[in-house]
């Protein structure tokens, strides 16, 4: 199972261990599945209507979901117990198929509560035809003899339990917008290429009808103003302003219009489907892909105005390489639009990897970054949806550029305030430097964070994204707390200008090492919530005194010279390792990897052992081994904090 997966089954089960009331609890565990996992399949929130049904008299009938996307209608039975040991009996497992043998099927309303009643007429009047899944909601055994009993009859019977309630609600986590559109593209000559490529996948070779052709500017404004930035959902990033853009855009109105085609690299498209055709072929060829019949009068207009024959009709169609010329393009003046004709190529795949490579091969203006290609990765995607769905919510960016209305999970929710926007990357490394790597974290976190690298996949695997969003948070959490101080006038001791990492290390060993199971669960949602700011400004005061005292008793020079910048990015001259006595190697073995645990100071920072999330970095080791020195001798440090978090 994978560990994202089995979180959020904790997760689920979680929230109803509460309640004591079985049937309350059962109705909880219906409502919380609705709002949390079923309304976000793809598209999120459309066409799916969920009632509760839950009341005496029900039938057998707890809910259903009205799925009209799918032509689909699904019948729920909760049982949710506060012991997973329990096995349901036959009664209970035949509450489904008696309300469908007893009632739906044959539209015996009589003795039902009003809404089971109203539910069978509607069914009858418009849902007969539709398919019909029974499921059982239950963290109980399902016996299977009697789900045998619902195959014989015909009925489609499925058991979620807590695992498959986790896996699924990883899945509408996990998955990204799809592409919903389609355009007619009015083509300024009948020359195109067609060919079939061969793309490689591990499971044998894609095979992918490519067209290329020219397309007008025209064209290209008209779409992006139909659709805006949901043309861009496969691409690495969003729009982004700078030179480039603007060298176009002079480009473009200048007198080089009529030679953008020559001077540009043009437009590179994915689509579910795409043809070619003539005016006689296009009133059949556009319906068939979609288009509506005003569409199919607009690019008619258009191309006997223009004295054009031939059109390109697109479904469900992306950008995958020319996002920054497109918004520029919007923008050029309507005078100049005419002239303007550009290269295309258009690739006919849904697959996410497929645009992913093209983006990353076609790209020559702005510069593709390394987190620019795992910018549509599952673990961001993820990451993005859940913090999304947090309450109030956190705008986690997977893409530069990136809008806040383009995250699936955002729907009609406003943008959260900047303290509480984060960027993948800067997330990726306030955690590196909570589990013990704050020097490394600061120094070289390109290095250490390349996408895909050794550390980077352990954190891809990490299974609590609630502690990845609460690091990144308590990054903005203190430069927002900085910026406060400055403002209101507040004098604090110098490091606290670099030591962003570091704080988040200390509280990062003070999280796992002093704090027990309840109280990091408290403080991990204290953090996450609308009071989190408050919270760390707060217990950054207690870590303060704590650098402050290592400062003063063990690295003097430090303060002498105001290198605490030096110092945090791990500076051996400041650290003075080989004459350190404070703390001996053997000490701090226990933070470390077997591999270091070696007899000196220079034999650890020689060691090419890598980096990883399970142990600490040398120099962050001595200081978590002088934070158990001074809280032994003055435990108010530790104490001060947990009684915050107590509050």
Request: net charge negative; with cysteine; charged share 30%.
């Amino acid at each position: 199972m994978d560990p994202r997966a089995a979180f959020l089954s904790d997760k689920f089960a979680e929230q109803l261990r509460a309640i004591a009331d079985e049937t309350d609890r059962s109705h909880a565990a219906l409502k919380h599945y609705f709002e949390q996992i079923l309304r976000w399949r793809p598209p999120p929130g459309i066409n799916i209507e969920f009632s509760s049904t839950d009341a005496k008299d029900d039938g057998g009938l707890d809910g259903y979901v009205v799925d009209s996307e799918r032509r689909k209608v699904t019948l729920f039975q909760v049982k949710w117990f506060s012991s997973l040991t329990n096995r349901l009996g036959e009664d209970e497992s035949k509450e489904l198929l008696e309300f469908c043998q007893d009632h739906l099927l044959p539209d015996d309303k009589g003795r039902l509560n009003e809404a089971v009643a109203q539910f069978i007429a509607r069914w009858h009047a418009y849902h007969s035809k539709w398919s019909l899944e029974l499921v059982y909601l239950t963290n109980a055994e399902f016996p299977p003899k009697m789900a045998t009993l619902y195959r014989d009859a015909g009925l489609a019977l499925r058991i979620l339990d807590l695992q498959a309630v986790g896996e699924e609600w990883h899945r509408s986590l996990a998955q990204q917008e799809e592409p919903s559109n389609n355009y007619i593209f009015v083509l300024p000559s009948h020359d195109a290429i067609k060919l079939e490529a061969k793309f490689p996948l591990d499971s044998g070779d894609l095979k992918i009808d490519v067209v290329q052709c020219a397309i007008r500017g025209l064209d290209l404004k008209s779409a992006y103003n139909r659709y805006q930035d949901r043309l861009f959902l496969r691409n690495l990033r969003e729009f982004l302003k700078g030179k480039i853009n603007r060298e176009i855009k002079e480009s473009a109105e200048g007198g080089e219009a009529e030679a953008f085609y020559v001077l540009h690299n043009g437009i590179s498209m994915i689509a579910e489907d795409f043809d070619i055709c003539s005016r006689d072929e296009l009133a059949d060829v556009a319906a068939k892909l979609g288009s509506s019949l005003a569409d199919i009068d607009r690019a008619s207009k258009e191309a006997s105005d223009a004295h054009y024959d031939r059109f390109l009709c697109l479904k469900n169609f992306q950008i995958v390489n020319g996002a920054q010329s497109t918004v520029t393009i919007s923008k050029v003046a309507d005078d100049t639009l005419p002239k303007l004709i550009l290269p295309c190529k258009v690739s006919k795949t849904a697959l996410p990897i497929v645009a992913s490579r093209i983006a990353v091969c076609n790209n020559t203006q702005n510069q593709i970054k390394a987190w620019d290609l795992v910018s549509n990765a599952e673990e961001h995607v993820f990451l993005q949806n859940w913090a999304a769905s947090l309450s109030p919510p956190v705008f986690y960016q997977r893409k530069r550029g990136e809008k806040w209305g383009a995250v699936v999970m955002a729907l009609d929710k406003p943008r959260p305030e900047k303290e509480r926007t984060l960027l993948n990357e800067k997330v990726y490394q306030a955690f590196v430097a909570f589990v013990g790597h704050p020097g490394p974290a600061y120094t070289r976190p390109g290095t250490l964070l390349v996408p895909n690298g050794a550390v980077y996949n352990q954190i891809k695997s990490y299974d609590n994204p609630d502690i990845l969003i609460m690091t990144g948070l308590l990054s903005t959490y203190e430069k927002s707390a900085r910026g406060r101080d400055e403002e209101e006038g507040r004098r604090r001791p110098d490091f606290e200008r670099f030591w962003q990492l570091w704080s988040i290390a200390a509280f990062g060993h003070v999280f796992r090492h002093h704090l027990n199971k309840t109280e990091r669960h408290k403080v991990t949602s204290s953090l996450l919530g609308p009071e989190g700011h408050d919270l760390w400004r707060s217990i950054r005061t207690h870590l303060s005194a704590f650098y402050n005292s290592v400062f003063k008793e063990y690295f003097p020079r430090a303060n002498e010279t105001v290198g605490h910048q030096d110092f945090f990015k791990n500076d051996e001259t400041l650290w003075a390792l080989d004459s350190f006595t404070a703390v001996k190697p053997r000490e701090i073995w226990t933070f470390l990897p077997t591999e270091m645990h070696l007899d000196s100071y220079r034999e650890m920072k020689e060691s090419k052992y890598a980096p990883n999330i399970h142990h600490y970095d040398v120099n962050f080791a001595i200081i978590a081994r002088l934070f158990e020195k001074v809280t032994k001798e003055n435990p108010d440090i530790v104490d001060r904090i947990r009684n915050k978090i107590g509050e």
